[in-house]
């Protein structure tokens, strides 16, 4: 099976009325622990590469994984998508690689920081879905900010979304997927305490724009079981609450259909190396404790794959080629 556009990944998910994880991936290790979750839940998966990683992995490691990945797992549904994509040469970057599916982050200026108006927003996404759709290749987009800037993406002032202007911006620009700001954060530091999330926003874009499906950044959980380990073992993380389950679940009813989710696997795999080592002194087989960090990964994703509900939906579907979702656009 090929890489998949996003747009089916996301359709299907629709009808099927549950949400689909996508892991931000970074190296081997993050892509075979999520892959084997995949595979023994028979679950389709997104895995999103952002900026620091196509600098981190020198943009073709990570292409070259990713079709490691698909050559590994034949039978399941992958897009490969660029995460917060800063600027229309990023994403025609991701699309030359071969990259199934594109956020463009308009809510920001192309410094990744600072909040551009609903107008300038438009403009640039309209571009992306105007370029990327020609290859038949998915484009999210999104509208208000998120809070939350030490992973150096965002702007640190929250704005909700507007329901209104989210139905203007899906008609206005044609994007296939919209990322809501619904008062989560990137990062391990999200809340002080049990967070209240804005999830009348999502019903109330999904009223306005029942077939748009929709997106929720900064949705880790950060369990206190990572934290404790990271913590255990010599680390030094603050006490911090992430999104609870049971808000993403309710958000995934309501029309949340993919789930961004970094943090949650970072600390897994930190928590397990760390522990590794600790318990190892001896050991210098990298190895040995990157194994441990896979398996970690592995546990955390195959639980997520579960509650969002995508377990089982891997086969629903005949995959679709970037040409055949040309036919979507009427290219
Ligand atoms: O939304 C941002 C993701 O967590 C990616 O983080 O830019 O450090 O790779 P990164
Ligand atoms: P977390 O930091 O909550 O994992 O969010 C990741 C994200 O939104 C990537 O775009
Ligand atoms: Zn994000």
Do not use: W
């Not at 995949?38 to 490691?61: C, D, F, H, M």
């Not at 209104?164 to 008609?171: G, M």
């Not at 990964?297 to 939906?313: L, N, T």
């Amino acid at each position: 099976m090929p890489l998949v556009p996003m747009k089916q990944i996301l359709d299907e998910a629709i009808k099927g009325n549950y949400g689909v994880g996508a892991f931000n991936v970074n190296n081997m290790e993050q892509i075979q622990g999520i892959m084997r979750a995949a595979k023994e839940l028979n679950s389709p998966v997104i895995l999103q590469a952002s900026r620091g990683a196509l600098k981190y992995t020198n943009l073709y490691y990570i292409k070259h994984l990713v079709l490691a990945a698909v050559e590994d797992n034949p039978d399941i549904p992958i897009a490969l998508h660029l995460d917060h994509g800063n600027s229309l040469e990023t994403c025609k970057l991701a699309i030359e690689l071969g990259f199934t599916s594109v956020m463009i982050d308009g809510s920001l200026k192309e410094d990744g920081k600072t909040p551009t108006s609903f107008e300038e927003n438009v403009e640039v996404t309209k571009k992306v879905v105007e370029y990327a759709h020609k290859f038949g290749v998915t484009v999210e987009g999104e509208l208000g900010t998120l809070g939350g800037i030490e992973d150096g993406v965002g702007s640190g002032k929250v704005k909700l979304t507007d329901p209104d202007e989210a139905a203007r911006f899906i008609k206005l620009t044609g994007v296939d997927a919209l990322a809501l700001a619904i008062g989560t954060s990137h990062g391990a530091y999200k809340f002080k305490a049990e967070p209240k999330l804005a999830l009348n926003i999502v019903s109330a874009v999904k009223t306005k724009a029942p077939n748009t499906p929709l997106v929720m950044h900064g949705s880790s959980s950060v369990p206190k079981e990572l934290i404790d380990i990271i913590n255990k073992y010599g680390g030094e993380l603050k006490h911090t609450m992430g999104v609870p389950m049971e808000s993403i679940k309710e958000a995934i009813k309501l029309g949340v259909k993919k789930i961004n989710v970094d943090t949650d696997g970072r600390l897994a795999m930190t928590g397990a190396i760390r522990k590794f080592l600790a318990e190892n002194p001896s050991e210098f087989d990298p190895r040995t404790y990157f194994g441990a960090a896979r398996q970690a990964v592995y546990e955390v994703v195959k639980q997520k794959m579960i509650d969002f509900g995508s377990a089982g939906h891997g086969s629903d579907y005949k995959p679709m080629t970037l040409e055949e979702a040309k036919r979507f656009y009427n290219i």
